[in-house]
């Protein structure tokens, strides 16, 4: 039985993509439990204090890289998804370029030198941008179809 279409089989890639970057994003979680335990930040604490702790800087990069990094999830996801069901192979591309340069920034940002994080994260800006143009063609492309 022959059925519609609603995605296109590259959209495949884009599902791929996001599942590495939730493979990714676990990846960071155990690096800021890493932190965790080697700076001795004891948990409910999201961050250390300078008072309390010498190694507060250290670990609080570790943990701003990671939770950067869950701050702009939503909005990859979704410009990948929207974006994706006109242009699956671009966007899963730019994701590709995104979820490597979210490595590049995390890396940067844990060395406890936070201008590191830009070093290879800054690309990350670039494939939300085009990931945004890829959305907006798929709105425009719905609408005039």
């Known amino acids: 039985m022959a059925g519609v279409e609603i995605l296109p089989k590259e959209y495949g890639y884009v599902i791929i993509v996001l599942v590495l970057y939730c493979f990714l ?28 702790n010498k190694d507060a800087d250290l670990f609080n990069c570790v943990q701003r890289g990671h939770q950067n990094s869950l701050e702009m999830m939503p909005v990859f996801f979704m410009l990948m998804m929207l974006g994706g069901i006109k242009h699956p192979l ?30 290879v994260g800054k690309y990350g800006f670039l494939a939300i941008f085009g990931l945004k143009i890829c959305a907006i063609s798929c709105g425009i492309k719905l609408l005039t179809s």
């Open 25 to 52: 994003n676990l990846w960071m979680s155990f690096q800021v439990g890493k932190a965790r335990k080697k700076y001795k930040v004891p948990y409910p604490n999201m961050y250390a204090s300078k008072a309390e």
């Open 90 to 119: 671009i966007c899963a591309s730019l994701g590709a370029i995104y979820i490597v340069s979210r490595y590049g920034y995390f890396s940067g940002y844990a060395t406890g030198d936070p201008a590191k994080r830009l070093t």
